[in-house]
């Protein structure tokens, strides 16, 4: 099976600007997670989808919101960039919503905001 | 809330020592541990996980990691590291609710040859 694939694999914006990521997750698979990665906070909790509707949301502001579509696919916004969005966002997939669940992670999208 | 703390941020070894890393968890409730890896320039992998059962459990790469629920701990460990074992290691929790997949900041493992 292809693994979990995210587009675009890096980013450059300025601040304000507002950015879509993209991740298609293991063929399957229902639930998508999204983190943030960066070296002091290391990797942070965005949101989880299942069926296409929000299971759980970190706490990170308004500005970041996502959806999944029907065929499981994902995408996360930024809006209004900021300097600290600066990161490398992961998306996860899993077969279900269940706990015991492994969650499969993609390469990463790196987004660098100047 | 839900905390994993590793207190090891940057551990240093020669080929073939023995390896241990610390983690611990806050929920007072079931929870299920996971230990990923993440090579240089690679994604980050499932090395092993528990959710019940034998709270020794074994993972790829001969990692293995022990479960002690009183010290609300999931340490990782491995008898005899190899150059190849360098990379970043999370701890991970996620309750029986099902809420998010908590992680750990991580340690980095450098291995000298």
Known sequence: ?114 | AQSVSQHNHHVILSEAASLELGCNYSYGGTVNLFWYVQYPGQHLQLLLKYFSGDPLVKGIKGFEAEFIKSKFSFNLRKPSVQWSDTAEYFCAVRNQAGTALIFGKGTTLSVSS
């Open chain 1, 1 to 114: 099976k292809a693994g979990v694939t995210q587009t675009p694999r890096y980013l450059i914006k300025t601040r304000g600007q507002q950015v879509t990521l993209s991740c298609s997750p293991i063929s399957g698979h229902r639930s998508v997670s999204w983190y943030q990665q960066t070296p002091g906070q290391g990797l942070q909790f965005l949101f989880e989808y299942f069926s296409e509707t929000q299971r759980n949301k970190g706490n990170f502001p308004g500005r970041f919101s996502g959806r999944q579509f029907s065929n499981s696919r994902s995408e996360m916004n930024v809006s209004t960039l900021e300097l600290g969005d600066s990161a490398l966002y992961l998306c996860a997939s899993s077969p279900t919503t269940s706990p015991t669940d492994t969650q499969y992670f993609g390469p990463g999208t790196r987004l660098t905001v100047l």
